[in-house]
C-alpha cells in the first residue's frame, strides 16, 4: 500500500525546509506555515511580483545566493509549521562576515531583512502570508507529491547528486510517498478540465498539473554551484523513462515533475501524518481553479 514517508514545508521560501511528522492543512489548502514567509526585492508588491527570475522574489531562480544561506526554524508546533523563530548562518563574502543569527518571528522580521541584505549586497524586505503563503503555482496551493522511488531513480542520472535526500531537497516537495514505483505521481494528473482525486488518510487532494522544473533543481542545495547539461540530460532520461499512464495533455513538455495539487475548503483544517496510506479514487471534472465540479459526472 503506498503511504506517505515524509512530509515538508518550507517556512522562509527557497530556503531550507523542515521535516514534520503531521502537518496541518491550512486555509486555501497549503500547508500551514509552508512558505509563510518570502523575500522580496525592496519595495516590492508580492501579490504583483512573478516567481521567475528577475520578477522580484529573491529565490533560487533569480539569486543563486540565496543557496549559501541555510536555516533552521522553531515552529508552532504540529501539526502547524508555521515557524516563530529561524537561524539562519551565511558564509562571508566580499560584502558580509560569516555569520549566524537567531530571528524572532514575527517581531524580527525587519532586522532579518538588513541581515540578508547585507550578504546579498541589495536591499530586502520579508513579507508574509499567513493564509495561503507564497508557492510559485498560485493557482494550485495544495501540498505538492512526489514519491521517494521517483526521487532515487532521477538521483541516479546525475553523478553530482549524491542520493535520493539530495534530490529531495532540490526539487523541494512537500508529501514523499513511499512503496509506490518511480513516477507513481504521473498517476496523479489528468487532461485540463480533470484532476485526480487522491485520498491521504481522511483527506482529499485533488492532483490537477505536473509540475514545470526550473532552473533551482540544477543547482547544488548548499552551495548553488550548477549542473552543466543538467536541463539537456533530464529532458531526454525524462522522455526514456516515462511510464505510459503519464499520457495527458498537460503533459506538455518533458521538464515537468511532481504533482500539484488543490484541496477543497471542506478539507482545510484535516491534518496529514506520516505513515498515512494513499489511495488514488479516480478522476474528476475540475473548474480553472483545478476544483471539483460540483454535481458533474465523474470523468471517464
Given at each position: 500500500?503506498?503511504r506517505?514517508?515524509?512530509l ?49 522574489y ?26 516563530t ?14 555569520d ?11 532586522a532579518l531583512?538588513?541581515?540578508?541584505g547585507?550578504y ?12 495561503g503563503?507564497?508557492p510559485d503555482?498560485?493557482?494550485?496551493r495544495?501540498?505538492?507529491v512526489v ?9 541516479s ?5 549524491a ?5 529531495r ?5 512537500n ?6 514505483p ?10 485540463h ?5 487522491v ?5 482529499a ?22 549542473i ?11 522522455r526514456?523513462?516515462?511510464p ?13 515533475l511532481m ?9 482545510w483544517?484535516?491534518?496529514l501524518?506520516?505513515g498515512?496510506?494513499v ?5 474528476v ?13 465523474a470523468?471517464?
Open positions: 500500500m503506498t506517505v514517508a515524509e515538508l514545508a518550507y517556512p522562509l521560501k527557497s530556503c531550507d525546509g523542515a521535516v514534520v511528522d503531521r502537518a496541518a492543512i491550512g486555509s486555501e489548502g497549503a500547508l500551514r506555515g509552508d512558505r509563510t514567509y518570502a523575500l522580496v526585492e525592496a519595495g516590492v508588491d508580492p501579490e504583483r511580483a512573478s516567481v521567475s527570475g528577475g520578477g522580484g529573491v529565490n533560487g531562480k533569480s539569486e543563486p545566493a540565496i543557496h549559501g544561506l541555510s536555516a533552521e526554524y522553531e515552529l508552532a508546533g504540529p501539526p502547524d509549521a508555521t515557524p523563530a529561524v537561524t539562519l548562518s551565511r558564509p562571508a563574502t566580499e560584502r558580509a562576515p560569516a549566524e543569527r537567531t530571528f524572532a518571528l514575527p517581531d524580527e522580521g525587519d531583512a538588513d541581515w540578508v547585507e546579498l549586497g541589495y536591499a530586502v524586505d520579508l513579507v508574509r502570508d499567513d493564509a503563503g507564497f503555482d498560485r493557482a494550485a495544495g501540498p505538492t514519491s521517494r522511488a521517483t526521487l532515487a531513480t532521477v538521483a542520472w546525475f553523478e553530482d547528486v542520493d535520493a535526500t539530495e534530490m531537497r532540490r526539487l523541494r516537495p508529501v514523499v510517498l513511499d512503496d509506490c518511480a513516477f507513481f505521481e504521473d498517476r496523479l494528473f489528468a487532461d478540465g480533470e484532476g485526480v482525486r485520498a491521504v488518510g481522511d483527506t487532494l485533488i492532483g490537477v498539473n505536473p509540475c514545470q522544473r526550473c532552473v533551482v533543481p540544477s543547482r547544488d542545495p548548499d552551495t548553488g554551484a550548477e552543466d547539461g543538467f536541463r539537456e540530460r533530464f529532458v531526454r532520461k525524462r526514456e523513462t516515462l505510459e499512464w503519464t499520457a495527458s495533455d498537460r503533459f506538455d513538455h518533458d521538464f515537468r504533482v500539484n495539487t488543490v484541496v477543497e475548503e471542506r478539507s483544517g484535516d491534518v501524518s506520516v498515512d496510506e489511495t488514488v479514487d479516480g478522476v471534472t475540475v473548474d480553472e481553479s483545478g476544483t471539483p465540479v460540483a454535481g458533474a459526472d470523468a471517464e
